[in-house]
C-alpha cells in the first residue's frame, strides 16, 4: 500500500500519504491533550484509495476535508471518500466545487474543538482565482500557491494578485511549517540556483535536498524562515535577487512586484 509519512510538530501531527507522482495528501491530527490523535482532517485528497488505505490501516476517524482549490489532482477523491464518510468538505467560495459544504475566504475562522484544533484562512489566489490556504498551530496549508523552493504556476489569476499572496506570508511567524502539496523542491532549487547562485544557504539546503531525495524521503514541509532564505519567489525584496532579474529582464526594475513578475517568467521560460 502506499507508505504513510509521519512529519512530527511541537504542536500537532501532521502525516502524509502520497498520490499520482508527486501529490501528498495531508492528514491533521487532533491533540493529545484531547485524546485525539486518531481524528484526522484530510487536505486536498486528489485521489482516495491511499487515503481509504491509511484510515482503516491506522483506524483513523476522518473529521473533515480541506480544499485548497478546484484542480482534479487536488479535489478527484472527494466524491469516492464521501462514499465512506459523511463530514464536511471545506473550500475556497471564490470556486466552483461541487462538493464543498462550507465555503471560505480571508479571515475565516474554522475551531474543531474536539480535536483541539482552529485555523484561519488567507485568501492566496494566483495559481487559480479562488485558491486558499488554510493557517493553524504554526501550520500552512497551502496547496499550489507556495512551493518548498519556488511557487505555482499562474493559472487563472495574475501576477500581481500572485505577489500579493505571497507578501502576506513575510507577516506570518518564522517558524510556520510550511506544508505544499507537491514533491517539487529538488527541480526549484535547480532553478533558484540560477537566481541567486551566490547563496551560501541555498546551495546547503540543495545539498541536503539530494540527499533525501537520494533517500526517496520528503523535503515537505518547509519552515518559512527556510523558504525566505531561499526561495527567489519570497526575495522580491532581495537586492541580489532584484540585480539578477534586472540582468534577464534587461532594464531596471521599480517594484517588488516587478520583481517578482520577472523571476516567475524567467522560471516558465526554462520549465
Not at 87 to 97: D, F, M, R
Request: with cysteine; hydrophobic share 35%.
Amino acid at each position: 500500500m502506499n507508505k504513510e509519512n509521519t512529519h512530527s510538530q511541537s504542536l500537532m501531527q501532521v502525516t502524509s500519504v502520497t498520490a499520482f507522482d508527486d501529490n501528498y495528501i495531508w492528514f491533521i491530527h487532533g491533540l493529545p491533550e484531547n485524546q485525539a490523535q486518531k481524528h484526522i482532517i484530510i487536505v486536498d485528497p486528489g485521489e482516495a484509495k491511499p487515503v481509504i488505505e491509511a484510515i482503516e490501516e491506522h483506524k483513523y476517524i476522518p473529521e473533515a476535508i480541506f480544499l485548497t482549490h478546484h484542480h482534479g489532482d487536488h479535489t478527484g477523491g472527494v466524491g469516492q471518500l464521501l462514499e465512506h464518510y459523511h463530514i464536511p468538505v471545506y473550500g475556497p467560495k471564490n470556486e466552483a466545487i461541487a462538493s464543498v459544504t462550507q465555503a471560505l475566504s480571508n479571515k475565516d475562522t474554522l475551531s474543531f474543538a474536539s480535536m483541539g484544533l482552529n485555523f484561519s484562512i488567507l485568501d492566496v489566489p494566483g495559481h487559480t482565482i479562488g485558491h486558499i490556504a488554510y493557517l493553524g498551530q504554526q501550520c500552512l496549508f497551502i496547496g499550489d500557491t507556495l512551493f518548498t523552493g519556488g511557487c505555482g504556476r499562474i493559472f487563472e489569476g495574475t501576477s500581481e494578485q500572485m505577489h500579493h499572496s505571497l507578501a502576506q506570508l513575510l507577516a506570518l511567524d518564522k517558524q510556520t511549517q510550511v506544508y505544499c502539496a507537491h514533491e517539487y523542491t529538488l527541480e526549484n532549487l535547480k532553478f533558484a540556483l540560477i537566481a541567486d547562485p551566490d547563496n551560501s544557504q541555498l546551495r546547503k539546503r540543495m545539498k541536503d535536498t539530494q540527499q533525501l531525495r537520494d533517500k526517496q524521503c520528503a523535503t515537505v514541509p518547509s519552515s518559512l524562515a527556510l523558504e525566505l532564505q531561499t526561495n527567489p519567489f519570497l526575495r522580491f525584496n532581495d537586492p541580489a535577487i532584484k540585480a539578477a532579474a534586472e540582468q534577464f529582464a534587461q532594464k531596471a526594475l521599480n517594484s517588488p512586484a516587478e520583481v517578482f513578475k520577472t523571476i516567475r517568467y524567467w522560471k516558465d521560460t526554462l520549465d
